[in-house]
T-cell receptor, first 115, second 114 residues
Framework: AQSVTQLDSHVSVSEGTPVLLRCNYSSSYSPSLFWYVQHPNKGLQLLLK??????LVKGINGFEAEFKKSETSFHLTKPSAHMSDAAEYFC?????????????FGSGTRLSIRP | ETGVTQSPTHLIKTRGQQVTLRCSSQ?????VSWYQQALGQGPQFIFQ???????GRGNFPPRFSGLQFPNYSSELNVNALELDDSALYLC?????????????FGQGTRLTVV
């Protein structure tokens, strides 16, 4: 079985300050983990993914995430927030194969950026 | 833009009716997945098709069904619509039957059931 929990429904930071969006997961398989971003009236876009290679994953737009197996976490970070980062962010867990598994999205974290 | 297009963008249906939503995959992609995103929630996986066969399904009743065509475009059909079916329906295409590949999403179809 798999599940994913995004620990914050809303995060607000000032422009230029660090961003931390938290995600915890559980999986019976070796998981693949993703972060997607959803801007208003736009489709979901992949930020980054972890698929059992390097535990520190770098993505687009300066975002990165670290896979910590001992903590079952995959938190998303960015050193300096930009106004254009305001959006909804989803943490996603899946297995590599198996029709018995599913792709599970978290409930989302809305990121607001204060000027 | 991802190259994944969905139609229509908005739709209003009456409870009990049937609806068909359409998705055109990104060129070269042979896998399509469908998701339901209720307001304020994350997308929920409905099912996935790989080379015209269903290869994964989420916790949705049989009145949610799908098709994938030889050109890899796809349809989502929902019968006996219920008010709770009101949501944004997202289609995503990808390459191959691995679940860890990047999916490219369309902008969705907003379905309202009244």
């Amino acid at each position: 079985a798999q599940s994913v929990t995004q620990l914050d429904s809303h995060v607000s930071v000032s422009e230029g300050t660090p961003v931390l969006l938290r995600c915890n997961y559980s999986s019976s398989y070796s998981p693949s983990l993703f972060w997607y971003v959803q801007h208003p009236n736009k489709g979901l876009q992949l930020l980054l993914k972890y698929t059992s290679a390097a535990t520190l994953v770098k993505g687009i737009n300066g975002f990165e995430a670290e896979f910590k197996k001992s903590e079952t976490s995959f938190h998303l970070t960015k050193p300096s927030a930009h106004m254009s980062d305001a959006a909804e962010y989803f943490c996603v867990v899946s297995a590599t194969y198996s029709s018995a598994s599913k792709i599970i999205f978290g409930s989302g974290t809305r990121l607001s950026i204060r000027p | 833009e991802t190259g994944v297009t969905q139609s229509p963008t908005h739709l209003i249906k009456t409870r009990g009716q049937q609806v068909t939503l359409r998705c055109s995959s990104q060129s070269g992609h042979n896998t399509v997945s469908w998701y339901q995103q209720a307001l304020g929630q994350g997308p929920q996986f409905i099912f996935q098709y790989y080379r015209e066969e269903e290869n994964g399904r989420g916790n949705f009743p049989p009145r949610f069904s799908g098709l994938q065509f030889p050109n890899y475009s796809s349809e989502l059909n929902v019968n006996a619509l219920e008010l709770d079916d009101s949501a944004l329906y997202l289609c995503a295409s990808s390459l191959g039957d691995r679940w860890d590949t990047e999916a490219f999403f369309g902008q969705g179809t907003r379905l309202t059931v009244v």
